[in-house]
């Protein structure tokens, strides 16, 4: 196992991530992450963060079903269904990231 699959793998029983937590996570300050583009596709890239307390997310999910089913996700998570933009006319590409 990778240290990067270590640190995503969540447990704080795991030996290093918690190592990694008490010599840099826990002397972070709580961030808040913009996720825009919300869609739900599994565990988001952030994950470890969330779930050690030190990141909290707001998520802006224009698509309807995507929203509803981001509304379920515990934790720390603000959903609002919206677009992101300059307030005019836009093209809205749906893309596979």
């Not at 999910?61 to 509304?71: A, C, G, H, K, W």
């Amino acid at each position: 196992m990778s240290f990067q699959q270590a640190l995503r793998s969540g447990p704080v029983d795991n030996p290093v991530q918690k190592a990694f937590n008490e010599e840099h996570l826990n002397s972070l300050p709580t961030i808040h992450i913009l996720d825009v583009g919300a869609m739900a596709e599994g565990e988001e890239r952030y994950h470890a963060l969330v779930k050690s307390g030190k990141a909290r997310v707001t998520g802006f999910e224009p698509n309807v079903e995507q929203f509803l089913r981001l509304q379920n996700r515990p934790g720390p998570y603000r959903y609002v269904q919206a677009f992101l933009g300059n307030g005019g006319p836009a093209t809205f590409h749906i893309t596979r990231w």
